[in-house]
């Protein structure tokens, strides 16, 4: 869970069907809306009416991504708890947790004092904007850290920095920016053995080192960046039998996305009936995969 990198990570992990929950409070950036949407799933909670504000005809939470928002209340609140509660069961059970930091800026409510996850389009005069100093995101993180060791006695944490360059924020801030974040996540990994270092931060701004791996707006990495990353992060982070298991699964992707030029020919149904008994057999073997809607797929379900 963080940054937008971490949805291009997280998709590809979903993509090739592993067990993955991605950013169940939508993306965010800095380690303190980080680590209070983490306490929330610790603590159990549940977001009501009084959670969220309205603006700009929408209803909002200060603690979530605008893709939560919307027009009627009640939607939103059942669409932010049934994230909730998949978060929830999804922490206590995980044998991986992958933190990725974006920013070490946080945006305070001038009202009440109130790092937001997200400002959803209000005007500026409403926050204050501060660079968090090391030891201010090393203490909410190392709290974290033992609250989550706690409750989940297997549960192994993988840090990473993403490469997005917040050029809102300027050149130099950016980089101060990234500069607590590395030395705060390097701290911690030091200090507690269950936690590990992913250089997606390094893979794109020391390795590549040039603009053509970025989008037009010159701030997210593009596809070749992407899957330059994803590339190291499967030699480094996933296991013999995962990387053995990745082209099996993108066979059972491809048939997927097989479209017949008779859909009732006696050809195609027994294409389908071979991919249907592969996906069943993979399931059998790696009952971690996620492949119950590529079996609905294939056996017309």
């Given at each position: 869970?963080?940054?937008?990198?971490?949805?291009?990570?997280?998709?590809?992990?979903?993509?090739?069907?592993?067990?993955?929950?991605?950013?169940?409070?939508?993306?965010?950036?800095?380690?303190?809306?980080?680590?209070?949407?983490?306490?929330?799933?610790?603590?159990?909670?549940?977001?009501?009416?009084?959670?969220?504000?309205?603006?700009?005809?929408?209803?909002?939470?200060?603690?979530?991504?605008?893709?939560?928002?919307?027009?009627?209340?009640?939607?939103?609140?059942?669409?932010?708890?049934?994230?909730?509660?998949?978060?929830?069961?999804?922490?206590?059970?995980?044998?991986?947790?992958?933190?990725?930091?974006?920013?070490?800026?946080?945006y305070t409510l001038a009202s009440d004092n109130q790092v937001v996850g997200n400002c959803h389009k209000v005007?500026?005069?409403?926050?204050?904007?501060?660079?968090?100093?090391?030891?201010?995101?090393?203490?909410?993180?190392?709290?974290?850290?033992?609250?989550?060791?706690?409750?989940?006695?297997?549960?192994?944490?993988l840090f990473t920095i993403s490469p997005v360059r917040y050029a809102r924020d300027g050149v130099v801030e950016?980089?101060?920016?990234?500069?607590?974040?590395?030395?705060?996540?390097?701290?911690?990994?030091?200090?507690?053995?269950?936690?590990?270092?992913?250089?997606?931060?390094?893979?794109?701004?020391?390795?590549?080192?040039?603009?053509?791996?970025?989008?037009?707006?010159?701030?997210?990495?593009?596809?070749?960046?992407?899957?330059?990353?994803?590339?190291?992060?499967?030699?480094?982070?996933?296991?013999?039998?995962?990387?053995?298991?990745?082209?099996?699964?993108?066979?059972?992707?491809?048939?997927?996305?097989?479209?017949?030029?008779?859909?009732?020919?006696?050809?195609?149904?027994?294409?389908?009936?071979?991919?249907?008994?592969?996906?069943?057999?993979?399931?059998?073997?790696?009952?971690?995969?996620?492949?119950?809607?590529?079996?609905?797929?294939?056996?017309?379900?």
């Open positions: 869970m963080g940054s937008c990198f971490a949805e291009e990570i997280g998709a590809r992990l979903q993509q090739h069907h592993f067990d993955a929950l991605v950013n169940p409070h939508g993306i965010l950036y800095n380690p303190i809306s980080i680590t209070q949407a983490l306490h929330t799933y610790l603590d159990r909670d549940q977001y009501t009416a009084d959670d969220l504000f309205s603006h700009g005809d929408l209803w909002h939470s200060w603690d979530h991504h605008s893709r939560f928002s919307g027009l009627q209340m009640d939607a939103v609140l059942a669409r932010i708890n049934a994230a909730q509660e998949a978060a929830v069961q999804r922490l206590e059970e995980a044998d991986w947790l992958i933190i990725t930091l974006g920013s070490a800026y946080t005007p500026s005069s409403h926050f204050h904007k501060k660079l968090l100093s090391p030891p201010d995101a090393i203490a909410a993180l190392d709290n974290l850290m033992h609250r989550l060791f706690f409750r989940n006695k297997k549960v192994k944490i950016n980089n101060l920016s990234k500069a607590v974040l590395i030395q705060t996540v390097h701290h911690l990994v030091n200090k507690f053995d269950r936690l590990f270092y992913f250089p997606a931060y390094e893979l794109v701004i020391d390795d590549l080192r040039d603009y053509r791996f970025y989008k037009e707006d010159l701030v997210h990495p593009n596809e070749l960046a992407v899957n330059y990353v994803w590339e190291h992060f499967t030699a480094s982070c996933v296991s013999e039998e995962g990387r053995n298991l990745l082209p099996l699964v993108e066979d059972i992707n491809r048939a997927m996305q097989h479209r017949p030029f008779n859909p009732e020919s006696n050809q195609h149904k027994q294409f389908l009936q071979t991919y249907a008994k592969k996906t069943k057999q993979l399931m059998k073997e790696y009952p971690f995969l996620r492949l119950e809607e590529a079996l609905a797929y294939f056996e017309g379900k």
